[in-house]
């Protein structure tokens, strides 16, 4: 089992930023595929971004990339999404999620474990 808490939401303007943070528990992090996902009020979820256990490969929805970074800081057991240049049309909870085994990092499918969520609300 691996537990997964997502911390850093808030509310903040249009063009601003924030860091999501994903504190993991239960499992080597180092062994673990980690990624974020989002969900807005009536839309699917939806992959946002994903690293390898090394951080060597790292996969960004088109709509985040240039924006958003995703990061992982094995030593501790912590991954982290910087959101920068914040669009009202981010908002939505965003989810840590941790993949055992997974080569592949864009579909929730791919994951074993998720977070509660975290609420991002950026206002126009």
């Known amino acids: 089992q691996v537990q997964l808490v997502e911390s850093g939401g808030g509310l903040v303007q249009a063009g601003g930023s924030l860091r999501l943070s994903c504190a993991a528990s239960?499992?080597?992090?180092?062994?673990?595929?980690m990624g974020w996902f989002r969900q807005a009020p009536g839309k699917e979820r939806e992959f946002v971004a994903g690293?390898?256990?090394?951080?060597?490969?790292?996969y960004y929805a088109d709509s985040v990339k240039g924006r958003f970074t995703i990061s992982r800081d094995n030593a501790k057991n912590m991954a982290y999404l910087q959101m920068n240049s914040l669009k009202p049309e981010d908002t939505a909870v965003y989810y840590c999620?941790?993949?055992?085994?997974?080569?592949?990092?864009?579909?929730?499918?791919?994951?074993?474990?998720w977070g509660q969520g975290t609420q991002v609300t950026v206002s126009s």
């Open positions: 239960g499992r080597l992090f180092s062994s673990l595929t």
């Open positions: 999620a941790a993949s055992l085994g997974g080569s592949h990092y864009t579909t929730a499918i791919e994951y074993d474990y």
């Open positions: 690293i390898s256990w090394s951080g060597g490969t790292i």
